[in-house]
């Protein structure tokens, strides 16, 4: 008999399915079928898995082997959501680097993962820590950034005083912090935040087009908060006289009279009670209203203005500027300043949560109510937030809970407006009711029903000018500062000088930008496009024009084209930059005359003057005289008009300029002295194409509007740049500050943008939920270095018309190319070999095998092409010229050539700058080639042909903020074009919280953990594995049960034996009935998660198989391959000795053949003269005639058949009733 030896049977296949690549992933193509089974990576802890990751895992996993088994392509990957302050605490207590503690903690993750069996793709694998994940993660911040979504303000935080950084309101429990358990107190600091709140009614609105949990669609809900009500004004008071309180006695439903005051024009009603005593009641209006009286305005939003009348109060949170603002009318202010402090001292989450509403009465002011033109106290109590709505509410303490306690409190009126209709008769009206009803107490709105009276309130709140309609939402937004050292740095640059001189980045500002070239050059041209991509990516409009003639420029031809076809058709309101290059920069001068301009950036301005400017030999005699012309028309600027109508003039000069030497420099240095700043370049020559080969990043910062940033001094880390990494020479010991902060390599070489001074960058890392909130993305496209994920827009788009010159050249140097065994390639090769989409691209380049690059000039040179590079000839860059057209020829390897081969098919060897992925993808369709799409979309659309996921596994513990912040961050990436999905996980299920045999949640504490390789090392993988799957439904919280564990282990003991009985000849039509039974069961189960029944049916058809002299080998298989995604290693070795030599998990997934009729036990009741006597088992359908003879055979049963039966009555398949 087979004995199940699971220790021997598991080592060797995880290394034969590692030796087989069994579980790698397919690049996809449009119109597979795939399956992207993703599991929320987990933190790579010291203390390894646990037996809920182990439950998440094996979940994902079987999904992922059942649908390759299917015959999808499936995505199964795996990584480590490696930063945070776990590891930087184990550092500071035992001095190990986060990078060698991490590092070892998922090499013994990985270990436990494959011991598991679970069928990950390692090649995918990712860690947050590692610089090629957190460079993306910083490329998404800077495009946050630039687009206005990522900005820096100072913001009340939680600051815990043991961790020493800033907390979210979820890890602070009672006032104290959730991992080192010291207190938390509120502490003002400048910090950086998303915009989440842009999203804020898409993130609400599209949770109804997800496949979630409802109680977890009903969190996010609430979190996001989204709510409809009205913005009303209540102008404020000032009050110089107080009177005492007075109050009816024994009256339970009349007002508390607080605060009564009388003047000269008050009109006092007077009334005695039975006792004497006199009150006094004072009407007011808003007519009554002296000017001079209303000294402010609170604007407050209500959800119920329905009960407006029943407002008896207003509170203001304790940070309300009201409150700075009037504190000299403030009567009290002592007292109030102190609450102001206590108050700061408690989170907004304590401040929501406190039972006892705490406040303070602002004395000498009160809110003027503008509907019942009464006027009310005003108080300030931290139950308020300032963070929601405006910072201040109306208080309706009939109608409101927190109202109502803070009213009992303070012994402040509570006056009832809304009647609950509700109610049974003879009821007692409550004092606080919250619902909707009917109005009273409410003038002309009295009767009408609370929905009827929100809409009439509303209108006339608007005729009156008193408010608007408004829509509110609770999230804030999100918080992203951690002054800590483990954690994606931020890539921002600070610049003292820059701040100083009041310039900084502008990433709202829309411009139109305008180039204008100098003699002999072209607009769109070299450097420039990449100057176009990035000016166009921050939303400005950038213009390239190709000034006419320009070997021989005429001033008076150049001023008009431009005056004509863009300074007039301008918007007047719109602020316009122009970069003038060379000639272009003393063109700019002249129209800086005539225009009004935001700006002029002069790069290597030419001057005036024929003799400082011209090299005489370098010119035509035609181009000589136009110049001459042009310097003659420009040679006398006016000065004053150009200071006038500049806002900012910047002259941009390098020391290397060969054209523009270093007297025109100081010509320029002398004549603007007080209306220029001059900046000096280094090595940037005359800042032509071929002398800035990496492009001109440096000139983006500049394009920027003096004093018109919100961030002064600040600017993004230049792109390519990235990563910005973290330092090593750092102590992890809290301060308060960043231990990056006190690194001495971090701001090494760190200089500002623009006036190249010192400057230093950001020292806060990001919140870890920023690196978790994408990394379902990089997974679809791990190995790319040039792209956080496969994204067809970030390559260059090029919208103008095609240059058919370029055209025509490019043809014919693809004819004299045809035997050369070359490559003939654009902007896709280039950008691929130099290094990513960002590297500057010529206007046609020439790639070629390095073996034949020289016969490839040789050939050009031949054939009229002059070489500009002679010194470069045998290198592999070189440069030639014809009929105005460049060339660049670069060398690459064979293995790129072949791997680029389709675009030279597809394009007779060319492609030119006209193209992104997205339009040569375009192209193949319209011309019907699938092989060449084929590949271009399995190289270059993965994400989008991968994503969204297909099932999400997390734990319920993540229902909020990971969930909330992937769907900002794909909505935002959505936006920007780069994906074409706005949904990261359009289904999604939580696993439930394993507990331990004690039934509470398993910690250290109570000693109630279980480890799953001890699970493994005591019975087997597959035993923890089917376990974990049967211990009850996946959704749902279950204990650990030894006792059940060992009986799965039995189970597999006995389905090993089974193999015994297979036989090749045996055939039964009732197994073969079983088994698709079988199929159609597993098959539901594991689409539907309901794993624990699954194993179920295991089970119960094992048994019918032990009962089974021989089990036919066609069953048998079709069982092994339904057990296969929840037992791969006892599955897969059992298939292996039937002699099949491939993997189990490479097979097809049995199908479920409807022609084949079921088999199914029938199961009727037998009654006999009212009384259930037994049950009857069939295997077939049987007549009511047939029931009755097999329940007298059956003794257990016929036994009650007490003489004749007299009448029997059967319900088919259910009941058999017989009467005797």
């Known amino acids: 008999m087979y004995k199940y030896k699971p220790k021997q049977i598991e080592q060797e296949l995880l290394r034969r399915w590692r030796e087989c690549n069994v579980y790698s992933t397919q690049n996809l193509n449009a119109g597979d079928k795939k399956y992207y089974s993703l599991y929320s990576f987990p933190y790579p802890s010291g203390s390894g898995l646990h037996v809920g990751h182990a439950e998440g895992m094996v979940a994902n996993d079987i999904m992922a082997r059942y649908y390759r088994m299917k015959g999808y392509k499936v995505l199964f990957?795996?990584?480590?959501?490696?930063?945070?302050?776990?590891?930087?605490?184990?550092?500071?207590?035992?001095?190990?680097?986060?990078?060698?503690?991490?590092?070892?903690?998922?090499?013994?993750?990985?270990?436990?993962?494959?011991?598991?069996?679970?069928?990950?793709?390692?090649?995918?694998?990712?860690?947050?820590?590692?610089?090629?994940?957190?460079?993306?993660?910083?490329?998404?911040?800077?495009?946050?950034?630039?687009?206005?979504?990522?900005?820096?303000?100072?913001?009340?935080?939680?600051?815990?005083?043991?961790?020493?950084?800033?907390?979210?309101?979820?890890?602070?429990?009672?006032?104290?912090?959730?991992?080192?358990?010291?207190?938390?107190?509120?502490?003002?600091?400048?910090?950086?935040?998303?915009?989440?709140?842009?999203?804020?009614?898409?993130?609400?609105?599209?949770?109804?087009?997800?496949?979630?949990?409802?109680?977890?669609?009903?969190?996010?809900?609430?979190?996001?908060?989204?709510?409809?009500?009205?913005?009303?004004?209540?102008?404020?008071?000032?009050?110089?006289?107080?009177?005492?309180?007075?109050?009816?006695?024994?009256?339970?439903?009349?007002?508390?009279?607080?605060?009564?005051?009388?003047?000269?024009?008050?009109?006092?009603?007077?009334?005695?009670?039975?006792?004497?005593?006199?009150?006094?009641?004072?009407?007011?209006?808003?007519?009554?209203?002296?000017?001079?009286?209303?000294?402010?305005?609170?604007?407050?939003?209500?959800?119920?203005?329905?009960?407006?009348?029943?407002?008896?109060?207003?509170?203001?949170?304790?940070?309300?500027?009201?409150?700075?603002?009037?504190?000299?009318?403030?009567?009290?202010?002592?007292?109030?300043?102190?609450?102001?402090?206590?108050?700061?001292?408690?989170?907004?989450?304590?401040?929501?949560?406190?039972?006892?509403?705490?406040?303070?009465?602002?004395?000498?002011?009160?809110?003027?109510?503008?509907?019942?033109?009464?006027?009310?106290?005003?108080?300030?109590?931290?139950?308020?937030?300032?963070?929601?709505?405006?910072?201040?509410?109306?208080?309706?303490?009939?109608?409101?809970?927190?109202?109502?306690?803070?009213?009992?409190?303070?012994?402040?009126?509570?006056?009832?407006?809304?009647?609950?209709?509700?109610?049974?008769?003879?009821?007692?009206?409550?004092?606080?009711?919250?619902?909707?009803?009917?109005?009273?107490?409410?003038?002309?709105?009295?009767?009408?029903?609370?929905?009827?009276?929100?809409?009439?309130?509303?209108?006339?709140?608007?005729?009156?000018?008193?408010?608007?309609?408004?829509?509110?939402?609770?999230?804030?937004?999100?918080?992203?500062?951690?002054?800590?050292?483990?954690?994606?740095?931020?890539?921002?640059?600070?610049?003292?000088?820059?701040?100083?001189?009041?310039?900084?980045?502008?990433?709202?500002?829309?411009?139109?930008?305008?180039?204008?070239?100098?003699?002999?050059?072209?607009?769109?041209?070299?450097?420039?496009?990449?100057?176009?991509?990035?000016?166009?990516?921050?939303?400005?409009?950038?213009?390239?024009?190709?000034?006419?003639?320009?070997?021989?420029?005429?001033?008076?031809?150049?001023?008009?084209?431009?005056?004509?076809?863009?300074?007039?058709?301008?918007?007047?309101?719109?602020?316009?930059?122009?970069?003038?290059?060379?000639?272009?920069?003393?063109?700019?001068?002249?129209?800086?005359?005539?225009?009004?301009?935001?700006?002029?950036?002069?790069?290597?301005?030419?001057?005036?003057?024929?003799?400082?400017?011209?090299?005489?030999?370098?010119?035509?005699?035609?181009?000589?005289?136009?110049?001459?012309?042009?310097?003659n028309a420009t040679k006398d600027l006016n000065v004053a008009s150009i200071s006038k109508n500049v806002d900012e003039l910047i002259i941009i000069n390098s020391k290397d300029d060969y054209v523009i030497k270093q007297k025109s420099q100081e010509f320029w240095k002398k004549l603007f002295k007080d209306i220029a700043m001059f900046v000096d370049f280094e090595n940037m020559g005359h800042f032509n194409n071929q002398d800035l080969p990496n492009g001109f990043p440096e000139l983006y910062a500049y394009i920027n509007i003096k004093n018109n940033s919100p961030y002064p001094g600040i600017f993004p880390v230049n792109e390519r740049d990235l990563p910005v990494l973290l330092p090593v020479d750092v102590n992890f010991k809290p301060t308060g500050e960043s231990p990056i902060k006190l690194s001495k390599t971090f701001n090494q070489g760190v200089k500002c943008p623009i006036f190249g001074t010192d400057a230093f960058r950001e020292s806060d890392t990001m919140d870890t939920f920023v690196d978790s909130s994408w990394y379902f993305l990089r997974y679809t496209d791990v190995s790319n270095q040039f792209a956080a994920f496969s994204m067809p827009k970030l390559l260059p788009r090029y919208n103008s018309p095609r240059n058919n010159e370029i055209w025509e050249t490019a043809k014919e140097v693809a004819a004299l190319l045809k035997d050369l065994n070359y490559a003939f390639f654009g902007p896709l090769a280039v950008s691929i070999i130099n290094g990513g989409p960002y590297k500057q691209l010529s206007e046609i380049d020439v790639v070629a095998s390095s073996h034949h690059l020289k016969s490839v000039i040789d050939s050009l040179i031949k054939n009229n092409y002059e070489l500009i590079t002679t010194e470069q000839k045998d290198s592999g860059y070189t440069k030639l010229r014809k009929n105005n057209v460049e060339l660049t020829l670069r060398s690459i390897s064979l293995e790129v050539t072949q791997e680029l081969k389709f675009i030279e098919k597809y394009y007779d060897g060319v492609m030119l700058k006209v193209s992104t992925i997205e339009d040569l993808i375009e192209y193949c369709k319209e011309k019907n080639d699938n092989e060449a799409l084929e590949m271009l979309e399995s190289t270059y659309n993965q994400t989008n042909l991968w994503s969204p996921a297909d099932i999400y596994m997390i734990g319920a513990e993540h229902t909020v903020l990971h969930l909330l912040y992937s769907r900002f961050l794909t909505k935002f990436l959505y936006d920007c074009g780069y994906i074409n999905f706005s949904e990261p996980f359009t289904k999604m299920r939580h696993m439930g919280l394993i507990l331990g045999s004690d039934r509470r949640k398993m910690s250290k504490r109570w000693n109630n953990v279980i480890n799953p390789i001890d699970e493994i090392e005591k019975y087997s993988a597959d035993t923890i594995r089917m376990y974990e799957m049967f211990m009850g439904p996946y959704e749902e919280a279950k204990p650990w049960n030894d006792r059940t564990e060992n009986g799965v282990f039995r189970f597999l003991n006995r389905v090993a034996e089974l193999s015994d009985k297979v036989s090749e000849d045996y055939e039964s039509i009732t197994q073969k009935q079983r088994v698709n039974e079988l199929v159609k069961k597993i098959t539901t189960d594991i689409e539907s998660l309901s794993y624990n029944t699954a194993v179920a049916k295991f089970m119960e058809f094992s048994n019918f198989l032990q009962e089974e002299e021989s089990i036919s080998r066609d069953v048998w298989e079709k069982f092994l391959k339904l057990m296969a995604p929840f037992a791969p290693f006892l599955t897969d070795h059992l298939w292996n000795l039937l002699g099949n030599d491939n993997s189990i998990h490479l097979e097809k997934w049995p199908d479920y053949d409807g022609s084949i009729s079921s088999v199914r036990d029938i199961k009727i009741v037998v009654q006999i003269n009212g009384k259930v006597r037994g049950t009857l088992t069939l295997k077939n359908e049987a007549s009511e005639s047939e029931l009755i003879e097999l329940v007298k055979q059956n003794e257990s049963i016929s036994k009650y058949i007490k003489g004749e039966i007299k009448k029997s009555i059967y319900v088919k398949e259910k009941i058999l009733s017989i009467v005797c």
Not at 245 to 258: A, M, W
């Open 77 to 631: 990957p795996m990584g480590w959501d490696a930063f945070g302050l776990p590891a930087e605490n184990y550092a500071i207590k035992t001095g190990t680097p986060p990078q060698q503690s991490t590092e070892n903690a998922i090499k013994n993750f990985i270990y436990q993962i494959d011991r598991l069996g679970i069928s990950v793709d390692w090649s995918k694998e990712i860690g947050t820590h590692r610089p090629d994940y957190y460079k993306w993660t910083q490329w998404i911040f800077l495009e946050l950034f630039k687009k206005g979504k990522a900005y820096k303000k100072k913001a009340p935080v939680n600051w815990c005083i043991g961790c020493k950084t800033v907390l979210a309101n979820e890890q602070v429990i009672d006032g104290k912090c959730e991992r080192c358990d010291s207190e938390v107190v509120q502490k003002e600091m400048e910090q950086w935040f998303f915009r989440i709140t842009d999203y804020a009614d898409r993130l609400d609105s599209d949770l109804e087009k997800l496949d979630w949990p409802r109680g977890t669609k009903q969190q996010q809900k609430n979190w996001i908060g989204k709510s409809y009500g009205t913005r009303i004004k209540f102008n404020i008071v000032e009050i110089n006289d107080v009177i005492p309180d007075q109050v009816i006695p024994q009256t339970n439903n009349s007002l508390l009279l607080k605060n009564i005051h009388s003047n000269g024009n008050d009109n006092l009603l007077s009334k005695s009670t039975k006792d004497g005593l006199k009150i006094s009641v004072r009407e007011t209006s808003e007519t009554d209203l002296k000017e001079k009286e209303i000294v402010g305005c609170l604007e407050i939003f209500t959800t119920r203005i329905d009960t407006i009348f029943g407002a008896t109060f207003c509170v203001v949170a304790p940070e309300h500027e009201i409150l700075e603002a009037l504190k000299n009318k403030i009567q009290n202010w002592d007292e109030v300043k102190r609450y102001i402090s206590e108050s700061t001292n408690k989170t907004s989450l304590e401040r929501q949560t406190q039972k006892e509403k705490t406040g303070i009465e602002i004395k000498g002011l009160r809110a003027l109510n503008p509907f019942s033109g009464d006027l009310i106290p005003i108080y300030v109590a931290d139950y308020v937030l300032i963070n929601y709505g405006t910072g201040a509410i109306m208080a309706v303490p009939a109608h409101d809970e927190r109202d109502y306690e803070f009213a009992k409190r303070h012994q402040i009126p509570i006056r009832k407006v809304i009647q609950n209709d509700d109610k049974n008769e003879g009821e007692k009206d409550d004092e606080l009711f919250t619902g909707y009803g009917r109005l009273i107490n409410s003038r002309e709105f009295s009767g009408l029903d609370s929905k009827t009276a929100i809409e009439k309130m509303q209108n006339w709140v608007i005729d009156k000018n008193l408010g608007r309609k408004e829509t509110m939402f609770k999230i804030r937004d999100w918080l992203v500062s951690r002054q800590r050292y483990w954690g994606a740095p931020i890539p921002i640059i600070y610049s003292p000088k820059a701040e100083k001189e009041g310039y900084g980045y502008v990433p709202k500002d829309k411009l139109n930008v305008l180039f204008l070239h100098g003699f002999g050059s072209s607009g769109r041209k070299g450097w420039r496009i990449d100057f176009e991509k990035e000016m166009t990516k921050l939303g400005h409009k950038v213009y390239l024009p190709d000034l006419p003639n320009p070997l021989a420029p005429s001033f008076v031809e150049w001023e008009n084209f431009i005056i004509e076809n863009y300074l007039k058709a301008f918007d007047q309101n719109e602020k316009v930059v122009v970069v003038g290059h060379s000639l272009g920069g003393l063109l700019a001068f002249k129209l800086a005359e005539k225009f009004k301009l935001a700006k002029i950036i002069a790069l290597a301005p030419a001057t005036p003057k024929m003799d400082e400017t011209v090299d005489d030999h370098l010119y035509t005699s035609e181009s000589l005289n136009a110049l001459k012309d042009f310097f």
